[in-house]
């Protein structure tokens, strides 16, 4: 067992006499040898850090692509991300190392790759037939900017179109340049004297393959022939061209222009539009152009066998609807119909039947890719319904202020929610499955179940189904209904301590088992919910108002209250049990705006549907001018009955079954004469600038008015505000202590204690932990009737930096979960209630069967160090500090390998995880630095070796400190890539293959080769091999095991491959021996015929 420094154990106490020095030294050393009794079975190899899925909807898209045949959805984003979804569950992320905006994307339809074009002139190709997606090869662009690509379908050359105007011409295959380069000024020759502008457009004519379409921005369109070198036919016009598509035809293409018109084109006549619509221009009498409208950014041509072509554009709304929304246009015959779409339009694209363009399209969906959401309209249906999304891509519906991670819940759990939920989906949409339907599931390695959390800005409380890494909503929760809304600004006077987002969520404290929830939100309010699957309406809701002061002396409150004093422990604890405040007054007698809480709830009925239900609301009030601080701490027990939040004012304990309030403390008073600092009294009207903190990590200075922001909004919130002073001894007068940890549990609370009993364990900002017994009556009715009892114990600990988070553990070391109620329906019929009375709360705290003679170990870690005490001696056994010049952001201890540990989150981008009691270190990675407060925020650890934050603010990303689920993501990850026969080319029928009137072909190698074309100049992009397939198959997966996997993966591959090849040739033999056959019958039938009698 490792040796460990007993001196400073105790920080921050002033006088500690040699003696008791010696004693406690003595007292630990038996600690120690009795701690050499745990085992302890995590060891570093149990440990290894790595992300495992993204989740949510791609922040800042940029581009778009499909994969008709493997019905594969790709989204670029300006950060360099690529996400690929295919069925429901099976998704993909990937990142570009550059960070730079991804401005296209191209599949290699039906060959598992993809080519990307970044906004730093590169071009990558990468391999989709591997779970984890990697760069097979890189080109870099040295004197010209990318401005288009285009790649035909089963086509080994990618055209690139440049800032210059003119076009390259890159073999995917090798990633190499062809000396082939169309030049922008042979391409309009004297059509033009001044420069075209950036290629916006490239496509090959659908008949012809040696026809090459070249848009250019000024308006010219040039039909470039491959082979003779030299334009067919140049098409002007006097308006920029934003997007060109072809009819499948090949005789006509349509181009959008910034004036909102189109302009469709007959190839062979280059001298003016066949045909110009303005789709939202006002038609003007006397034959006159429409007024012009915003620009067309892109349309689409395509066609039908059975009926009218569809013309599918965005953008082209006249200038005077100001305020409208960003819309699609399907125009389809003589209809038109303008789809309004929530979010600014980034691309959309039209699905297909058919991957060859020289066939009727026929349309049946489209993809529009919006700056915060994903839309599927069927062009099927009547009215153009869209499809139900199935993609976890709503995590920012209103933004995520706060998130909870719950692993290895009860089975019962997520049917139940997800029961409720089911019945929150919205109707209308379309009938049809989801039409991105591409790759396979992994293999499901975890048996347990997941619960992801998510509290927003608009008060809403969302519950994820996380298991087995992916991600389904189950049940969206409104908190902001209980409360009346305000009409207008005028109406709202008391909200006015928050800028914006008065509902918010800031904490979320929740009981699995129970199923009771806790929250606590940014206007100092706490709604307490029950879980119930009946439907009821609530008469009158129950609401209690809590006065929180922050006063050193007995100052008298405006009303003529005297702050409750603490009792001694002998004392009667009813003298510190205060009755709610009604709202009768909204001021002082000087005019302050006093005992009114933030926000009014509502006062008529409330329906409630089945899922959860309120139990009662907590509102703390203004005090004489000065309003409510934010809430920094929160705990529900469900076995107590009881809830706790905490402030930089003091802390608050509420009985909800009996809807009472039993303690209203500020924080110095939970002290009583053991306060170790020096104070100075302050008014509570004085304003203050919040302490320390995050505030050199945020951009933004904040301000005295800003101390109650939503946490949304740029400037950090209260909650993390805390002091960094090392030195708990000496500090600022300005600041204040907030309660930071609460945890309930049932332990021993004082030294001379023979066995465990309910209490609570408070945590401060400035290193405390102070703990309160709590004496409760008898259950059944009598816990109705008789008050709890709440009374300070005396006993305070002290660590460095505020407190985060305490748990304890039994006499073998394993964790004590706090007692809690199993949920059971609260609407039940009478003689159910009768036996629930006879019930008690069920606690499976193992200390409540442990013999006396058996002792508890507290873990308590802060935002410096973490400590082991033994109980009921209160002995500090083990010592780690965890970091001495950043800060631990997030602490949790979990369990893993059915042992436990501790997991911290620093803020200088470290994760770290600690052997428990002994505090061994066993993982130490550098992560992630602490870039914004979202970050922070979000960051949590749960069990089996889970965690997750929020990385943008539209998706959250998940990883793990498991080595046993590094090791089997590989198999739970989802296959992109599946074998799919590419369809039949469209048949070409007789009389087009007499006369020539069918597709034509191109040997593309002959051109474009280097044979033909020679050698492209060596200074004009430079080609970068990619880290290549191994790299992306590896994972995350090391070790034999991980190498192994990989072995038998390439086999299996290998051999699904040459057992295809081997049918394909047996296939072909067959069909050879067939047509042989044909045409010999053939020969005999006709033998002695002459030509005219055929």
């Given at each position: 067992?490792?040796?460990?420094?007993i001196?400073?154990v105790?920080?921050?106490?002033?006088?500690?006499?040699?003696?008791?020095?010696?004693?406690?030294?003595?007292?630990?050393?038996?600690?120690?040898?009795?701690?050499t009794?745990?085992?302890?079975t995590?060891?570093?190899?149990?440990?290894?850090?790595?992300?495992?899925?993204?989740?949510?909807?791609?922040?800042?898209?940029?581009?778009?692509?499909?994969?008709?045949?493997?019905?594969?959805?790709?989204?670029?984003?300006?950060?360099?991300?690529?996400r690929?979804?295919?069925?429901?569950?099976?998704?993909c992320?990937?990142q570009?190392?550059?960070?730079?905006?991804?401005i296209?994307l191209?599949?290699?339809?039906?060959?598992?790759?993809?080519?990307?074009?970044?906004?730093?002139?590169?071009?990558?190709?990468?391999?989709?037939?591997?779970?984890?997606?990697?760069?097979?090869?890189?080109?870099?662009?040295?004197?010209?900017?990318?401005?288009?690509?285009?790649?035909?379908?089963?086509?080994?050359?990618?055209?690139?179109?440049?800032?210059?105007?003119?076009?390259?011409i890159?073999?995917?295959?090798?990633?190499t340049?062809?000396?082939?380069?169309?030049?922008?000024?042979k391409?309009?020759?004297?059509?033009?004297?001044?420069?075209?502008?950036?290629?916006?457009h490239?496509?090959?004519?659908?008949?012809?393959?040696?026809?090459?379409?070249?848009?250019?921005?000024?308006?010219t369109?040039?039909?470039?022939?491959?082979?003779?070198?030299?334009?067919d036919?140049?098409?002007?016009?006097?308006?920029?061209?934003?997007?060109?598509?072809?009819?499948h035809?090949?005789?006509?293409?349509?181009?959008?222009?910034s004036?909102?018109?189109?302009?469709?084109?007959?190839?062979?006549s280059?001298?003016?539009?066949?045909q110009t619509?303005?789709?939202?221009?006002k038609?003007?009498?006397d034959?006159?152009?429409?007024?012009?409208?915003?620009?067309?950014?892109?349309?689409?041509?395509?066609?039908?066998?059975?009926g009218?072509?569809?013309?599918?554009?965005?953008g082209?709304?006249?200038?005077d609807?100001?305020?409208?929304?960003p819309c699609?246009?399907?125009?389809?015959?003589?209809?038109?119909?303008?789809?309004?779409?929530?979010?600014?339009?980034?691309d959309?694209?039209?699905?297909c039947?058919?991957?060859?363009?020289?066939?009727?399209?026929?349309?049946?969906?489209?993809?529009?890719?919006?700056?915060?959401?994903?839309?599927?309209?069927?062009?099927?249906?009547?009215?153009?319904?869209?499809?139900?999304?199935?993609?976890?891509?709503?995590?920012h519906?209103?933004?995520v202020?706060?998130?909870?991670?719950?692993?290895?819940?009860?089975v019962?759990?997520?049917?139940?929610?997800?029961s409720?939920?089911?019945?929150?989906?919205?109707?209308?949409?379309?009938?049809?499955e989801w039409?991105i339907?591409?790759?396979?599931?992994?293999?499901?390695?975890?048996?347990?179940?997941e619960?992801?959390?998510?509290?927003?800005?608009?008060?809403?409380?969302?519950?994820?189904?996380?298991?087995?890494?992916?991600?389904?909503?189950?049940?969206?929760?409104?908190?902001?209904?209980?409360?009346?809304?305000?009409?207008?600004?005028d109406?709202?006077?008391?909200?006015?301590?928050?800028?914006?987002?008065?509902?918010?969520?800031?904490?979320?404290s929740?009981?699995?088992?129970?199923?009771?929830?806790?929250?606590?939100?940014?206007?100092?309010?706490?709604?307490?919910?029950?879980?119930s699957?009946?439907?009821?309406?609530?008469?009158?809701i129950?609401?209690?108002?809590?006065?929180?002061?922050?006063?050193?002396?007995?100052?008298?409150?405006?009303?003529?209250?005297?702050?409750?004093?603490?009792?001694t422990p002998?004392?009667?604890?009813?003298?510190?049990?205060?009755?709610?405040?009604p709202?009768?007054?909204?001021?002082s007698?000087?005019?302050?705006?006093?005992?009114?809480p933030?926000?009014?709830?509502?006062?008529?009925?409330l329906?409630?549907?089945?899922?959860?239900?309120?139990?009662?609301?907590?509102?703390?009030?203004?005090?004489?001018?000065?309003?409510?601080?934010?809430?920094?701490?929160?705990?529900?027990?469900?076995?107590?009955g009881?809830?706790?939040?905490?402030?930089?004012?003091g802390?608050a304990m509420?009985?909800?079954?009996?809807?009472?309030?039993?303690?209203n403390?500020?924080?110095?008073?939970?002290?009583g004469?053991?306060?170790?600092?020096?104070?100075?009294?302050?008014?509570?009207?004085?304003?203050?600038?919040?302490?320390?903190?995050?505030?050199?990590i945020?951009?933004?200075?904040?301000?005295?008015?800003?101390r109650?922001?939503s946490?949304?909004?740029?400037?950090?919130?209260?909650?993390?505000?805390?002091?960094r002073?090392?030195?708990?001894?000496s500090?600022d007068?300005?600041?204040?202590?907030a309660?930071?940890?609460?945890?309930?549990?049932?332990?021993?609370?004082r030294?001379a204690?023979?066995?465990?009993s309910?209490?609570?364990?408070?945590?401060?900002?400035?290193?405390?932990?102070?703990?309160?017994?709590?004496?409760?009556?008898?259950?059944?009715?009598?816990?109705?009737?008789?008050?709890?009892?709440?009374?300070?114990?005396?006993?305070?600990?002290?660590?460095k930096?505020?407190?985060?988070?305490?748990?304890?553990?039994?006499?073998?070391?394993?964790?004590?979960?706090?007692?809690?109620?199993?949920?059971?329906?609260?609407?039940?019929?009478?003689?159910?209630?009768?036996k629930?009375?006879?019930?008690?709360?069920?606690?499976?705290?193992?200390?409540?069967?442990?013999?006396?003679?058996?002792?508890?170990?507290?873990?308590?870690?802060?935002?410096?160090?973490?400590?082991?005490?033994?109980?009921?001696?209160?002995?500090?056994?083990?010592?780690?500090?965890i970091?001495e010049?950043?800060?631990?952001l997030?602490?949790?201890?979990?369990?893993?390998?059915?042992?436990?540990?501790?997991?911290?989150?620093?803020?200088?981008?470290?994760?770290?995880?600690?052997?428990?009691?002994?505090?061994?270190?066993?993982l130490?990675?550098?992560?992630l630095?602490?870039?914004?407060?979202?970050?922070?925020?979000?960051?949590?650890?749960?069990?089996?070796?889970?965690?997750?934050?929020?990385?943008?603010?539209?998706?959250?990303?998940r990883?793990?400190?498991?080595?046993?689920?590094?090791?089997?993501?590989q198999?739970?990850?989802?296959?992109?890539?599946?074998l799919?026969?590419?369809?039949?080319?469209?048949?070409?029928?007789f009389?087009?293959?007499?006369?020539?009137?069918?597709?034509?072909?191109?040997?593309?190698?002959?051109?474009f080769?280097?044979?033909?074309?020679g050698?492209?100049?060596?200074?004009?992009?430079?080609?970068i091999?990619?880290?290549?397939?191994i790299?992306?198959?590896?994972?995350?997966a090391?070790?034999?095991?991980?190498?192994?996997?990989?072995?038998?993966?390439?086999l299996?591959?290998?051999?699904?491959?040459?057992?295809?090849?081997?049918?394909?040739t047996?296939?072909m033999?067959?069909s050879?021996?067939?047509?042989?056959?044909h045409?010999h019958?053939?020969?005999?039938?006709?033998?002695?015929?002459?030509?005219?009698?055929?």
């Amino acid at each position: 067992m490792r040796k460990f420094n007993i001196r400073k154990v105790l920080d921050g106490l002033t006088a500690v006499s040699a003696v008791a020095s010696a004693s406690s030294a003595a007292q630990q050393q038996q600690a120690g040898n009795r701690e050499t009794e745990i085992q302890e079975t995590l060891q570093s190899e149990h440990f290894q850090l790595c992300k495992t899925v993204r989740h949510g909807f791609p922040y800042q898209p940029s581009a778009l692509a499909f994969d008709p045949v493997q019905k594969i959805l790709a989204i670029g984003t300006q950060t360099g991300a690529l996400r690929l979804f295919g069925r429901p569950g099976v998704e993909c992320y990937c990142q570009h190392d550059s960070g730079a905006a991804v401005i296209q994307l191209q599949f290699l339809i039906n060959e598992g790759a993809l080519v990307s074009a970044l906004a730093d002139d590169t071009l990558h190709l990468w391999n989709l037939r591997q779970k984890r997606p990697a760069i097979l090869h890189s080109l870099k662009f040295n004197r010209e900017r990318i401005t288009f690509c285009h790649l035909p379908f089963q086509s080994k050359w990618l055209y690139v179109g440049t800032e210059r105007g003119n076009i390259h011409i890159v073999n995917v295959e090798s990633f190499t340049l062809s000396g082939y380069v169309i030049m922008w000024n042979k391409a309009i020759e004297l059509s033009s004297k001044s420069h075209p502008g950036p290629v916006v457009h490239i496509s090959d004519n659908p008949m012809d393959e040696g026809k090459l379409l070249i848009g250019f921005e000024s308006g010219t369109v040039v039909l470039w022939d491959l082979k003779s070198k030299k334009a067919d036919y140049r098409y002007t016009h006097d308006e920029a061209i934003h997007s060109v598509a072809w009819h499948h035809e090949g005789k006509q293409f349509i181009c959008s222009h910034s004036d909102g018109t189109l302009t469709i084109w007959n190839v062979k006549s280059p001298t003016k539009p066949f045909q110009t619509i303005t789709p939202h221009g006002k038609q003007l009498k006397d034959g006159k152009k429409p007024e012009p409208c915003k620009p067309i950014l892109k349309v689409e041509y395509k066609t039908t066998r059975a009926g009218e072509p569809f013309i599918i554009l965005s953008g082209g709304l006249s200038y005077d609807t100001v305020g409208r929304r960003p819309c699609l246009t399907v125009m389809h015959g003589k209809s038109t119909a303008v789809l309004e779409m929530d979010y600014s339009i980034v691309d959309f694209l039209t699905l297909c039947e058919t991957p060859y363009p020289n066939d009727f399209q026929e349309p049946y969906a489209v993809v529009v890719l919006l700056e915060k959401d994903l839309v599927l309209i069927d062009l099927a249906q009547n009215g153009y319904p869209i499809f139900e999304n199935p993609y976890p891509l709503t995590i920012h519906e209103s933004p995520v202020t706060c998130c909870e991670y719950f692993a290895d819940c009860p089975v019962d759990l997520i049917p139940a929610l997800y029961s409720v939920g089911a019945r929150q989906k919205r109707q209308g949409y379309s009938k049809k499955e989801w039409p991105i339907s591409g790759g396979n599931w992994g293999v499901i390695t975890q048996s347990y179940s997941e619960i992801i959390i998510t509290g927003h800005a608009d008060g809403s409380i969302k519950f994820w189904d996380a298991s087995a890494i992916t991600l389904q909503v189950l049940y969206k929760l409104k908190t902001a209904k209980v409360f009346e809304k305000s009409r207008n600004k005028d109406d709202r006077p008391n909200t006015d301590i928050v800028d914006e987002d008065p509902y918010a969520i800031q904490i979320i404290s929740w009981c699995p088992e129970s199923r009771m929830l806790c929250i606590a939100g940014v206007s100092a309010h706490v709604i307490i919910y029950r879980f119930s699957k009946q439907e009821v309406t609530t008469e009158v809701i129950p609401m209690l108002e809590v006065r929180l002061l922050y006063e050193i002396n007995d100052v008298e409150t405006p009303d003529g209250e005297q702050v409750p004093p603490v009792p001694t422990p002998g004392s009667n604890p009813q003298s510190i049990v205060p009755q709610s405040h009604p709202s009768t007054s909204s001021s002082s007698s000087d005019g302050l705006r006093d005992n009114v809480p933030c926000l009014k709830v509502k006062n008529s009925p409330l329906k409630q549907s089945p899922g959860y239900q309120i139990e009662l609301v907590i509102q703390l009030v203004w005090v004489s001018g000065e309003p409510p601080q934010q809430i920094t701490s929160l705990a529900i027990n469900s076995a107590y009955g009881l809830v706790v939040f905490g402030n930089c004012n003091g802390i608050a304990m509420v009985d909800y079954l009996q809807k009472t309030v039993l303690l209203n403390l500020g924080t110095i008073e939970l002290y009583g004469s053991n306060d170790p600092y020096r104070r100075e009294p302050r008014s509570p009207r004085k304003t203050r600038q919040p302490s320390g903190g995050l505030c050199d990590i945020n951009e933004g200075t904040v301000v005295p008015e800003d101390r109650c922001k939503s946490p949304t909004s740029d400037v950090k919130d209260n909650s993390f505000s805390r002091s960094r002073s090392s030195s708990v001894t000496s500090i600022d007068k300005e600041s204040r202590e907030a309660i930071s940890a609460l945890h309930f549990c049932e332990t021993f609370t004082r030294k001379a204690d023979t066995s465990p009993s309910p209490c609570l364990w408070v945590g401060t900002t400035l290193g405390t932990v102070l703990v309160i017994v709590l004496n409760l009556p008898p259950g059944g009715e009598q816990r109705l009737l008789q008050p709890v009892i709440v009374s300070p114990s005396g006993t305070i600990l002290r660590l460095k930096g505020a407190i985060l988070r305490m748990a304890f553990l039994d006499t073998t070391g394993s964790l004590v979960p706090p007692a809690h109620e199993p949920w059971r329906e609260h609407y039940e019929d009478k003689d159910e209630k009768e036996k629930a009375k006879k019930r008690r709360p069920v606690s499976v705290s193992p200390s409540s069967s442990q013999e006396i003679s058996e002792n508890q170990y507290a873990v308590i870690c802060s935002e410096k160090q973490a400590k082991v005490i033994s109980l009921p001696s209160q002995n500090c056994i083990y010592k780690q500090n965890i970091t001495e010049t950043s800060f631990v952001l997030r602490g949790d201890i979990v369990s893993l390998n059915n042992s436990i540990c501790l997991a911290c989150f620093c803020a200088n981008g470290h994760i770290m995880t600690f052997s428990l009691p002994s505090l061994r270190p066993l993982l130490d990675v550098y992560y992630l630095p602490l870039t914004n407060m979202r970050i922070a925020r979000t960051f949590c650890f749960t069990n089996n070796g889970q965690a997750l934050y929020l990385v943008s603010p539209t998706e959250i990303q998940r990883l793990t400190y498991s080595q046993e689920t590094c090791e089997n993501l590989q198999e739970m990850l989802g296959e992109l890539f599946t074998l799919v026969e590419t369809p039949e080319a469209p048949n070409r029928g007789f009389f087009k293959g007499l006369f020539g009137g069918g597709a034509q072909s191109l040997d593309r190698e002959e051109l474009f080769g280097e044979s033909a074309s020679g050698k492209a100049s060596r200074s004009l992009a430079q080609h970068i091999p990619g880290p290549g397939g191994i790299e992306g198959v590896k994972g995350a997966a090391s070790g034999v095991v991980g190498e192994l996997a990989r072995a038998r993966l390439a086999l299996d591959e290998r051999g699904q491959k040459l057992g295809e090849l081997e049918e394909k040739t047996a296939a072909m033999l067959y069909s050879a021996d067939s047509f042989s056959k044909h045409a010999h019958e053939m020969m005999l039938k006709y033998k002695d015929k002459k030509w005219y009698q055929f």
